[in-house]
């Protein structure tokens, strides 16, 4: 029963590094210091390394056919990453993100991991596609984009004004305003997606990205 445990704890905290390394690979892409894009692109294939070496352990169990896989990704994102460094484009760092999230996703699945993260992971992933939709210049994409993260919100707004929910009632309080903000903002971003407001787009993407890595952070403090 021990080693299940453990393996599903090694499970999660491998989930969330990646999640974390996406989320500094997001900040890292709409970025313009190439110190800041060095810095998580290095920290990115530091980590895709460990990863490597471990699938190459002899205790590690399992099946060949998934460790190949994640190997060829292992690869992919090296020479990826040491053939363009800082000259990365958006499309670049993206498909570095989406191979964190992907994986990520995999291994919360594995395990049906607990509410908070899978709330994290939503939020990030939302903030990506609205991301992803804006770089794309796809109207019909950002509106998705924009429903999908407000049927988030609405979720979690419903969960925080639950009187059972555990959580202290200022963060309880403060998840609900923002979750008020971002229906008020999506409201005002759907109006016109075809000159969409960068800077309130922007703060909406940024409320994710903070309240998921917040998320993150409270579940390995746990």
Known sequence: MNGKI????NAENEAIILLNHAMELSRAAVSNDDLEKVSALDSNLKLWVEIETSLKSA??????????????????VERLTLSKGAKMTKSDFDCLININMQISEGLLEAVKNNLATEEAFSLLKCAIDLSMARENGDAKELVSALDNNLKLWVYIKTLASKEENPLPKDTKSNL???ADYVSSKTLEL?????????????????????????????????
Not at 6 to 9: A, G, I, T, Y
Not at 59 to 76: A, Q, R, V
């Open 59 to 76: 205790k590690n169990l399992l099946p060949e056919d998934i460790k190949n896989n994640i190997i060829k990704l292992s690869k992919f």
């Open 176 to 178: 609900i305003k923002l």
């Open 6 to 9: 453990d393996q599903v704890k």
């Open 190 to 222: 759907g109006k016109n997606v075809e000159d969409i407001n960068n800077k309130a787009l922007d703060t909406m993407i940024m409320t994710n990205l903070q309240i998921s890595e917040g998320l993150m952070t409270k579940r390995i403090a746990c």
